[in-house]
T-cell receptor, first 109, second 114 residues
């Protein structure tokens, strides 16, 4: 059962622009995590935000969480061609992580 | 370097054949997971294990089997009962026995039918 749903499914931007991806989920969570996947590779954990947190930063990444709307956003600032990848949100609760279908980000140099 | 190693990178299965995908970790993590990823899709949980000699079914366990005899190893067998095995299989591990920790992933095995 996939709980997280990312939006948009695909995003194409120019290098230097900001990229924003959204994730909506359905049930209560302990935390929400964002992962990145380069083509043909495994996922890499980017950032975790707990249910009692509203915003978190890590380098060029900014994650927000609105538990009242059951939604999260991932902002990548000053994007680079190397940021081209798929990004997944994953929700954590009483069951193992549940992943969404991802957003495919293309950053054009 | 600590990490997760999946092998082989590519695997081909004949009709009626069982195949086993290897997953080894040296991160000293208690929990290990197997996921299936189809093109353009997210990850679906096949099996997971939170401690040695114990494992639980995930959302799509039918046609698959696992064992967890050692902390470091969590092999996945795709049996002949799995009629649509072509997919990208990802193994992951996590510290602690809970479900809330970040997961570390291997680089996957791509399975195809001959």
């Amino acid at each position: 059962s996939q709980q997280g749903e990312e939006d948009p499914q695909a995003l194409s931007i120019q290098e230097g622009e900001n990229a924003t991806m959204n994730c909506s989920y359905k049930t209560s969570i302990n935390n929400l995590q964002w992962y990145r996947q380069n083509s043909g590779r495994g996922l890499v954990h980017l950032i975790l935000i707990r249910s009692n947190e509203r915003e978190k930063h890590s380098g060029r990444l900014r994650v927000t969480l609105d538990t009242s709307k059951k939604s999260s956003s991932l902002l990548i600032t000053a994007s680079r061609a190397a940021d081209t990848a798929s990004y997944f949100c994953a929700t954590s609760g009483n069951t193992p992580l549940v992943f969404g279908k991802g957003t495919r980000l293309s950053v054009i140099a | 370097d600590g990490g997760i190693t999946q092998s082989p990178k590519y695997l081909f299965r004949k009709e009626g054949q069982n195949v086993t995908l290897s997953c080894e970790q040296n991160l000293n993590h208690d929990a290990m997971y197997w996921y299936r990823q189809d093109p353009g899709q997210g990850l679906r949980l096949i099996y997971y294990s939170q401690i040695v000699n114990d494992f639980q079914k995930g959302d799509i366990a039918e046609g698959y089997s696992v064992s967890r005899e050692k902390k470091e190893s969590f092999p996945l067998t795709v049996t002949s009962a799995q009629k649509n095995p072509t997919a990208f299989y990802l193994c992951a591990s996590g510290s602690g026995t809970g479900n809330n920790q970040p997961q570390h992933f291997g680089d996957g095995t791509r399975l195809s039918i001959l």
